[in-house]
Protein backbone atom coordinates (compact mmCIF):
# COMPACT_ATOMS: atom_id res chain seq x y z
CA UNK A 1 0.00 0.00 0.00
CA UNK A 2 1.45 3.37 -0.74
CA UNK A 3 2.28 5.71 1.72
CA UNK A 4 0.79 9.14 1.94
CA UNK A 5 2.85 12.33 1.43
CA UNK A 6 2.97 14.42 5.10
CA UNK A 7 2.93 18.10 5.23
CA UNK A 8 4.46 19.80 8.44
CA UNK A 9 3.23 22.80 9.78
CA UNK A 10 5.55 25.20 11.67
CA UNK A 11 5.23 27.52 14.45
CA UNK A 12 3.40 30.93 13.11
CA UNK A 13 2.04 28.83 10.25
CA UNK A 14 -1.96 29.26 10.18
CA UNK A 15 -5.10 30.36 8.66
CA UNK A 16 -3.19 34.17 8.97
CA UNK A 17 -0.77 34.44 5.43
CA UNK A 18 1.10 37.58 7.09
CA UNK A 19 2.42 34.67 9.49
CA UNK A 20 3.59 32.33 7.73
CA UNK A 21 7.19 31.04 8.08
CA UNK A 22 9.08 31.54 4.18
CA UNK A 23 11.51 28.62 3.54
CA UNK A 24 15.11 29.02 3.70
CA UNK A 25 16.04 28.94 -0.41
CA UNK A 26 18.71 26.91 0.41
CA UNK A 27 16.85 24.69 2.42
CA UNK A 28 14.63 24.39 -0.09
CA UNK A 29 16.59 23.32 -3.06
CA UNK A 30 18.00 21.04 -0.62
CA UNK A 31 14.44 19.69 -0.30
CA UNK A 32 13.81 19.62 -3.94
CA UNK A 33 17.05 17.42 -4.50
CA UNK A 34 15.82 14.94 -1.82
CA UNK A 35 12.50 14.85 -2.97
CA UNK A 36 13.43 14.29 -6.33
CA UNK A 37 16.27 11.68 -5.31
CA UNK A 38 13.36 9.95 -3.53
CA UNK A 39 10.95 9.74 -5.99
CA UNK A 40 13.42 8.44 -8.56
CA UNK A 41 14.04 5.46 -5.74
CA UNK A 42 10.23 4.77 -6.11
CA UNK A 43 9.61 5.71 -2.45
CA UNK A 44 6.95 7.60 -0.40
CA UNK A 45 8.05 9.69 3.00
CA UNK A 46 6.51 6.46 4.82
CA UNK A 47 8.38 4.03 2.98
CA UNK A 48 12.00 6.69 2.97
CA UNK A 49 11.50 7.65 7.09
CA UNK A 50 12.12 3.67 8.53
CA UNK A 51 14.78 3.28 5.48
CA UNK A 52 16.91 5.81 7.06
CA UNK A 53 15.97 5.99 10.48
CA UNK A 54 13.80 9.35 10.96
CA UNK A 55 10.07 9.96 11.25
CA UNK A 56 8.06 11.01 8.00
CA UNK A 57 7.65 14.54 10.11
CA UNK A 58 11.43 15.24 10.09
CA UNK A 59 11.68 14.15 6.47
CA UNK A 60 9.07 16.54 5.03
CA UNK A 61 10.32 18.88 7.14
CA UNK A 62 13.35 18.79 5.06
CA UNK A 63 11.70 18.45 1.67
CA UNK A 64 10.07 21.37 2.35
CA UNK A 65 12.85 23.58 3.80
CA UNK A 66 11.96 23.88 6.95
CA UNK A 67 14.20 22.04 9.19
CA UNK A 68 18.46 21.31 8.46
CA UNK A 69 19.30 18.42 8.07
CA UNK A 70 21.79 16.45 10.29
CA UNK A 71 25.08 15.03 8.89
CA UNK A 72 23.69 11.62 9.57
CA UNK A 73 20.64 12.09 7.87
CA UNK A 74 22.26 13.35 4.70
CA UNK A 75 24.59 10.19 4.31
CA UNK A 76 22.06 8.29 5.52
CA UNK A 77 19.91 9.61 2.63
CA UNK A 78 22.49 9.27 0.00
CA UNK A 79 23.12 5.69 0.74
CA UNK A 80 19.58 4.26 0.67
CA UNK A 81 18.68 6.16 -2.64
CA UNK A 82 21.93 5.45 -4.27
CA UNK A 83 22.08 9.42 -5.38
CA UNK A 84 25.46 9.63 -6.99
CA UNK A 85 26.91 12.00 -4.59
CA UNK A 86 24.01 14.60 -5.72
CA UNK A 87 22.61 15.06 -2.08
CA UNK A 88 26.08 14.96 -0.36
CA UNK A 89 26.87 17.77 -2.97
CA UNK A 90 23.47 19.76 -2.24
CA UNK A 91 24.27 19.05 1.61
CA UNK A 92 28.07 20.91 1.14
CA UNK A 93 26.70 23.74 -0.90
CA UNK A 94 23.72 23.93 1.95
CA UNK A 95 26.90 24.22 4.40
CA UNK A 96 28.70 26.89 2.69
CA UNK A 97 25.87 29.30 2.83
CA UNK A 98 25.01 27.84 6.50
CA UNK A 99 25.58 30.93 9.26
CA UNK A 100 25.08 33.65 6.64
CA UNK A 101 21.65 35.97 7.29
CA UNK A 102 19.25 35.20 3.99
CA UNK A 103 19.57 39.12 3.38
CA UNK A 104 23.37 39.09 3.75
CA UNK A 105 24.16 36.29 1.44
CA UNK A 106 24.11 38.28 -1.97
CA UNK A 107 26.63 40.77 -0.27
CA UNK A 108 28.79 37.78 1.03
CA UNK A 109 29.09 36.60 -2.61
CA UNK A 110 29.90 39.55 -4.13
CA UNK A 111 32.59 39.55 -1.04
CA UNK A 112 34.36 36.75 -2.70
CA UNK A 113 35.06 38.39 -6.06
CA UNK A 114 35.68 41.69 -3.95
CA UNK A 115 39.35 43.91 -5.13
CA UNK A 116 38.41 46.70 -2.99
CA UNK A 117 35.86 46.96 0.04
CA UNK A 118 34.80 49.58 2.28
CA UNK A 119 33.42 49.13 5.04
CA UNK A 120 31.55 52.14 7.78
CA UNK A 121 30.40 50.84 11.34
CA UNK A 122 28.73 52.18 14.20
CA UNK A 123 26.81 49.66 15.81
CA UNK A 124 29.59 46.62 16.19
CA UNK A 125 33.01 45.73 15.12
CA UNK A 126 32.84 44.80 11.22
CA UNK A 127 32.59 40.94 11.17
CA UNK A 128 35.64 40.46 8.91
CA UNK A 129 37.58 41.75 12.13
CA UNK A 130 36.17 39.87 14.73
CA UNK A 131 37.28 37.65 17.14
CA UNK A 132 35.84 34.52 17.72
CA UNK A 133 34.95 35.83 21.53
CA UNK A 134 33.69 38.73 20.77
CA UNK A 135 31.31 37.33 18.00
CA UNK A 136 30.17 35.13 20.23
CA UNK A 137 29.63 37.57 22.75
CA UNK A 138 27.65 40.08 20.12
CA UNK A 139 25.53 37.15 18.90
CA UNK A 140 24.47 35.83 22.33
CA UNK A 141 23.38 39.35 23.29
CA UNK A 142 20.87 40.19 20.66
CA UNK A 143 17.48 38.54 21.27
CA UNK A 144 15.60 36.34 20.38
CA UNK A 145 18.87 34.11 21.67
CA UNK A 146 20.15 31.49 19.05
CA UNK A 147 20.68 27.61 20.03
CA UNK A 148 24.27 26.64 20.89
CA UNK A 149 24.82 24.78 17.06
CA UNK A 150 23.18 28.26 15.58
CA UNK A 151 25.36 30.46 17.20
CA UNK A 152 28.48 27.99 16.10
CA UNK A 153 27.50 28.18 12.82
CA UNK A 154 27.83 32.15 12.83
CA UNK A 155 30.87 32.33 14.13
CA UNK A 156 32.48 29.35 11.99
CA UNK A 157 30.93 31.41 8.52
CA UNK A 158 32.31 34.64 10.02
CA UNK A 159 35.77 33.31 10.79
CA UNK A 160 36.23 31.89 7.80
CA UNK A 161 34.84 35.08 5.74
CA UNK A 162 37.86 36.68 7.35
CA UNK A 163 40.42 34.54 5.16
CA UNK A 164 39.12 37.36 2.48
CA UNK A 165 41.97 39.92 4.42
CA UNK A 166 45.03 37.24 3.81
CA UNK A 167 43.83 35.95 0.12
CA UNK A 168 46.05 36.72 -2.84
CA UNK A 169 46.42 38.22 -4.91
CA UNK A 170 45.27 41.22 -2.11
CA UNK A 171 42.12 42.68 -1.98
CA UNK A 172 41.92 45.99 -0.78
CA UNK A 173 39.97 46.53 2.80
CA UNK A 174 39.11 50.21 4.18
CA UNK A 175 37.47 49.99 7.57
CA UNK A 176 36.20 52.73 9.68
CA UNK A 177 34.87 52.72 13.26
CA UNK A 178 33.19 54.40 16.11
CA UNK A 179 35.29 54.39 18.80
CA UNK A 180 32.06 53.98 21.19
CA UNK A 181 32.18 50.56 19.49
CA UNK A 182 35.19 49.20 21.02
CA UNK A 183 34.80 51.47 24.43
CA UNK A 184 31.36 49.61 25.30
CA UNK A 185 33.23 46.42 26.12
CA UNK A 186 31.47 43.67 24.41
CA UNK A 187 31.67 40.79 26.04
CA UNK A 188 33.88 42.46 28.72
CA UNK A 189 37.16 44.06 29.10
CA UNK A 190 39.15 40.47 28.40
CA UNK A 191 37.56 40.11 25.06
CA UNK A 192 38.39 43.58 24.50
CA UNK A 193 41.74 43.59 25.05
CA UNK A 194 42.03 40.21 22.53
CA UNK A 195 39.86 42.53 20.05
CA UNK A 196 42.16 45.27 20.30
CA UNK A 197 45.22 43.47 20.05
CA UNK A 198 43.52 41.94 16.77
CA UNK A 199 42.45 44.74 15.40
CA UNK A 200 46.08 46.49 15.30
CA UNK A 201 47.23 43.00 13.94
CA UNK A 202 44.76 43.42 11.38
CA UNK A 203 45.83 46.87 10.92
CA UNK A 204 49.52 45.59 10.16
CA UNK A 205 48.35 43.76 6.67
CA UNK A 206 49.88 45.56 3.75
CA UNK A 207 46.11 45.92 2.39
CA UNK A 208 44.05 46.61 5.38
CA UNK A 209 43.22 50.31 6.66
CA UNK A 210 41.59 50.42 10.03
CA UNK A 211 40.59 53.84 10.99
CA UNK A 212 38.45 55.32 14.00
CA UNK A 213 36.27 57.71 14.26
CA UNK A 214 36.62 59.82 17.52
CA UNK A 215 33.45 59.80 20.03
CA UNK A 216 33.64 63.79 19.82
CA UNK A 217 33.32 64.27 16.12
CA UNK A 218 31.29 67.98 15.60
CA UNK A 219 32.01 66.92 11.62
CA UNK A 220 30.16 63.39 10.83
CA UNK A 221 29.58 62.32 7.68
CA UNK A 222 27.99 58.89 8.47
CA UNK A 223 24.98 59.98 10.84
CA UNK A 224 22.58 58.22 8.23
CA UNK A 225 24.18 54.97 9.74
CA UNK A 226 26.40 52.35 8.26
CA UNK A 227 26.76 51.16 5.05
CA UNK A 228 29.84 49.36 2.92
CA UNK A 229 31.47 49.97 -0.89
CA UNK A 230 32.95 47.02 -3.12
CA UNK A 231 34.41 47.24 -6.38
CA UNK A 232 34.15 43.70 -8.37
CA UNK A 233 37.27 42.25 -10.86
CA UNK A 234 34.77 43.34 -13.44
CA UNK A 235 35.53 47.28 -11.89
CA UNK A 236 31.73 47.54 -11.05
CA UNK A 237 30.74 49.39 -7.97
CA UNK A 238 28.15 47.73 -5.29
CA UNK A 239 26.86 49.54 -2.02
CA UNK A 240 25.17 47.67 0.87
CA UNK A 241 23.31 48.73 4.00
CA UNK A 242 22.00 46.90 6.59
CA UNK A 243 19.03 47.41 9.35
CA UNK A 244 17.15 45.45 12.27
CA UNK A 245 16.79 41.79 10.44
CA UNK A 246 17.20 43.32 6.47
CA UNK A 247 19.90 44.07 3.97
CA UNK A 248 19.88 45.40 1.05
CA UNK A 249 22.48 45.50 -1.75
CA UNK A 250 22.65 48.82 -3.56
CA UNK A 251 23.17 48.53 -8.11
CA UNK A 252 22.10 52.02 -8.35
CA UNK A 253 24.55 54.34 -9.83
CA UNK A 254 23.41 57.62 -8.24
CA UNK A 255 22.88 55.66 -4.94
CA UNK A 256 26.34 53.80 -4.90
CA UNK A 257 27.99 57.90 -5.73
CA UNK A 258 26.16 59.07 -2.88
CA UNK A 259 27.66 56.32 -0.76
CA UNK A 260 31.43 57.18 -2.19
CA UNK A 261 30.90 60.68 -0.96
CA UNK A 262 30.01 59.94 2.11
CA UNK A 263 32.93 57.42 2.51
CA UNK A 264 35.28 60.00 0.74
CA UNK A 265 34.69 62.47 3.81
CA UNK A 266 34.62 59.96 6.45
CA UNK A 267 37.94 59.08 5.97
CA UNK A 268 39.16 62.42 6.40
CA UNK A 269 37.04 63.21 9.42
CA UNK A 270 37.65 60.05 11.13
CA UNK A 271 41.84 59.56 12.64
CA UNK A 272 44.24 58.16 9.95
CA UNK A 273 45.46 55.02 10.27
CA UNK A 274 48.82 55.90 12.45
CA UNK A 275 46.89 58.33 14.98
CA UNK A 276 43.97 55.18 15.06
CA UNK A 277 46.59 52.58 15.95
CA UNK A 278 47.38 54.85 19.00
CA UNK A 279 43.83 55.38 20.00
CA UNK A 280 43.90 51.75 20.18
CA UNK A 281 46.57 51.32 22.30
CA UNK A 282 45.29 54.06 24.57
CA UNK A 283 42.16 52.15 24.84
CA UNK A 284 44.08 48.62 25.32
CA UNK A 285 45.90 50.78 28.00
CA UNK A 286 42.68 51.65 29.89
CA UNK A 287 41.73 48.06 30.32
Given at each position: MMGREVTVMTAGEGSNGDNQVEPDPDLR????????????????????????????????????????????????AEEVLDAFGVIQIAAKQLTRRRGLASWFRRWAELEEVAVALSTYECRVVPGLLQTEAYARAQIQNVPPMPTIQEADDRIARRLERQELLTRTPYASFSFIIEQAVIERQTGGPAVSLELIDHLLGCARLPNVDVQIMPTVSPEHSGTDGPFQLLETQENEWWGYSEGQKTGRVISDPKAVSSLHQRYAKLRIQALNPTDSAGLLMRLRGSL
Open positions: NFGEVLKASRKRAGLTQEQFGPKVGYSVQYVASVEQGRRHPSVRFVSK
